[in-house]
């Protein structure tokens, strides 16, 4: 498996913004689909954006035109760049990855990942 270890996470402001780095044990490509979800408080864990091995990009609705998925394959890195922060966006934070592209999706079951981090706390307030 993978090892993941997310960073970033803190409490801000609603309108803010936090960038989450999530740092990998093996090179980015070897994982088809790599991405972020998020846990809100009594809530399950959902999708919130995905990228694929050659760049291709997916976003959950809720935070489509706020938040941008991107990696640095040279540093083994994936990132999660949050603005517009609101209080719904109030979760932990989880970087994935799996190993295959196919269905790589921000609306992919969370039972399909191999590998996850430890998670990064996201407090909003307003």
């Known amino acids: 498996q993978v090892q993941l270890v997310e960073s970033g996470g803190g409490s801000v402001q609603a309108g803010g913004s936090l960038r989450l780095s999530c740092a990998a044990s093996?090179?980015?490509?070897?994982?088809?689909?790599l991405g972020w979800f998020r846990r809100a408080p009594g809530k399950d864990r959902e999708g919130v954006a995905t990228?694929?091995?050659?760049?291709?990009?997916t976003y959950a609705n809720s935070v489509k035109g706020r938040f941008t998925i991107s990696k640095d394959n040279a540093k083994n890195t994936l990132y999660l760049h949050m603005d517009s922060l609101k209080p719904e966006d109030t979760g932990i934070y989880y970087c994935?990855?799996?190993?295959?592209?196919?269905?790589?999706?921000?609306?992919?079951?969370?039972?399909?990942?191999?590998?996850w981090g430890q998670g990064t706390q996201v407090t909003v307030s307003s």
């Open positions: 093996a090179y980015l490509y070897s994982s088809g689909c």
């Open positions: 990228i694929t091995s050659d760049d291709k990009i």
């Open positions: 994935a990855t799996r190993g295959s592209a196919g269905g790589c999706s921000a609306s992919m079951s969370p039972l399909t990942i191999n590998s």
